[in-house]
Every structure is written in structure tokens, then in C-alpha cells.
């Protein structure tokens, strides 16, 4: 209620902004009776309060349902059918489709949409879908008070492009025309953002939304060990000879390649150093003495 005060107290603003600007003539004083009219309504709705408001016991409650339920199932691909023969059956249908193999075990994960009226039944069902229930979650949200609030905008709205309608029919200076024509064309690009949001809600809380998560059965350990294999054996035996030897020939591949001309270029300068030093002891060593 406050926003359509709001709105129309601003539409009287504009009125008498462009009756000023226009001066006398037919266009203005039409413009005067819009504004008279506008004034009117505002002061209807000033005194009226929440008359036009619904009782809050009358407000029908808007619950936006969503729920998601992790399912053991022994066949995961007729439990995909199952779940999508369910979703037709309480007149939904299935909005995301998704499966997967991992392990050589198929997985599957579904969202499917059911009037919000079957939410219950719809689960309820689907629990004697599976073996077991892993998880289960559930979550609901009221939009009653924002649709109520939607509902008294648009009305506001209405009104006001009601009014700017009547005033650009009645104006003849151009000047005024172009300006009642642009606040006539946001009000009504408001009027659609608001239906649009509306709807939406409508779409949202008439309809529940169920992500079901089917996970197969796993099969269960052998009770009795697996006996000797010797085939089995012999082949892990020769894969490891056979990553043994790769690794000493990767090894003779790194010492020839990397490591010898290393040691080469060490190995040279240390071999001259000491040839040069013995070279040099020997001659500072005295001859021997003649007979």
C-alpha cells in the first residue's frame, strides 16, 4: 500500500509540473482534472488503509517446496523409468535427466517437478522406490507476503498508467505529450516486470521440485578367499622383472648421457693438474753425484 502512495503522489508531482510548464489551455486543464483525479485516489487510499487488502486468514499461503532424496536401488535403469513414470503419473515431469558409470556400477541423478499438492504422496512414493533411504532433505519457502506485495504495485501501477493514458489523450501541446508518453512507457515497463515476477511465483509454488539421487547396490565381498593362482602370480612376477629391467636401463641411459660428460669435464683438468705437478717435482729434485 505504501508504494502505491508512493507512486501516485508522484504522478501528481509530474501532472502539475507539466501543467505549470504548459500554461492555460485545454491540454492544462485537462491535466488539472488528472491530478484532481490522482488526488482523489490518493486520498481514498490514505483513508481506506488496508480495506482492499485481503484478510491475512483469507491469503491462500504460496510455499515453494524443494526436496532432494538419496536412494539404494538394486536396478538403477528401472529405477530411472520408475521415476519418470511417477513424475507423469502426479502430472509433473522431469526437468534434468543425468546417469553415469563408475566402478562398472550405473548411477543416476533426476529433478523432476510435481504440483506442490502431490509433494507429499510424490515422496512418499519414491521412498518404496529404493532398497534403502541414504539421505533425505527438505526445504520450503513462503513468497505469500512478496506475491501480496506484487499484487498491490501492480494495482498502483495500473492506476497510474490509467491516468498518464487519459492526460496524454487529452494534452495538444507536444512538449507535454513526449513527456507524459515516457513516464507512460516506464509505468508499463514496470507493469510487465511485475507480472513477469508473479508469474513466476505462481510457476514456482505450484509446482514442487525432487532431485532423486539413485545409487546401485553394491555387491557384496566373497565370503571365501580366492585360491592360489599361479598364472596370476607368474605374470605379476615378470611385469615387475619387466619394470626392474626398464629401470637399470634407464639408469645406464642417464650415467652414459648425463654423468659421463660430467666426469670427463672434471676428470680432464684434475689428470693435467697432476701430470704438471709430477713434472714438477721432478725437476726441482738434485742429480746424483759422479764417482
Not at 487488502?53 to 528401472?78: C, G, H, S, Y
Request: glycine share 6%; charged share 25%.
Amino acid at each position: 500500500m505504501k508504494k502505491r502512495v508512493m507512486a501516485l503522489t508522484s504522478l501528481v508531482v509530474l501532472m502539475a509540473i507539466l501543467a505549470a510548464c504548459g500554461g492555460y489551455s485545454p491540454a492544462s486543464e485537462s491535466a488539472g482534472v488528472a491530478e484532481q483525479a490522482v488526488e482523489r485516489e490518493y486520498d481514498q487510499a490514505n483513508a481506506g488503509g488496508s480495506a482492499d487488502q485481503p484478510k491475512e486468514d483469507q491469503i491462500e499461503r504460496m510455499i515453494v517446496w524443494t526436496a532432494d532424496i538419496v536412494l539404494t536401488v538394486q536396478d538403477t535403469e528401472q529405477s530411472i523409468s520408475d521415476v519418470l513414470a511417477l513424475a507423469k503419473e502426479m502430472g509433473g515431469y522431469a526437468v534434468n535427466t543425468e546417469s553415469w558409470i563408475q566402478g562398472d556400477l550405473l548411477y543416476a541423478r533426476l529433478t523432476i517437478r510435481v504440483p506442490a499438492a502431490q509433494y507429499e504422496s510424490s515422496m512418499a512414493r519414491l521412498r518404496d522406490l529404493g532398497l534403502k533411504v541414504e539421505h533425505e532433505s527438505a526445504n520450503s519457502q513462503d513468497v505469500t507476503e512478496e506475491y501480496v506485495d506484487l499484487e498491490s504495485r501492480l494495482r498502483a501501477l495500473q492506476a497510474k498508467e490509467a491516468q498518464l493514458t487519459k492526460l496524454m489523450d487529452q494534452a495538444e501541446d507536444t512538449e507535454a505529450v513526449l513527456a507524459v508518453y515516457q513516464q507512460l512507457s516506464a509505468t508499463q515497463v514496470e507493469i510487465e516486470q511485475v507480472k513477469g515476477r508473479m508469474s513466476y511465483l505462481e510457476n514456482l509454488s505450484a509446482m514442487a521440485t525432487i532431485t532423486v539421487n539413485l545409487n546401485p547396490e553394491l555387491p557384496e565381498p566373497p565370503v571365501v578367499e580366492e585360491g592360489w593362482r599361479p598364472g596370476s602370480t607368474l605374470r605379476s612376477a615378470a611385469r615387475t622383472l619387466v619394470n626392474a629391467l626398464k629401470g637399470l636401463g634407464n639408469a645406464v641411459i642417464w650415467a652414459i648421457v648425463f654423468l659421463l660428460p660430467i666426469l670427463l669435464l672434471i676428470a680432464v683438468p684434475v689428470v693435467v693438474a697432476f701430470l704438471l705437478f709430477r713434472l714438477w717435482r721432478r725437476r726441482r729434485r738434485p742429480g746424483k753425484p759422479s764417482a
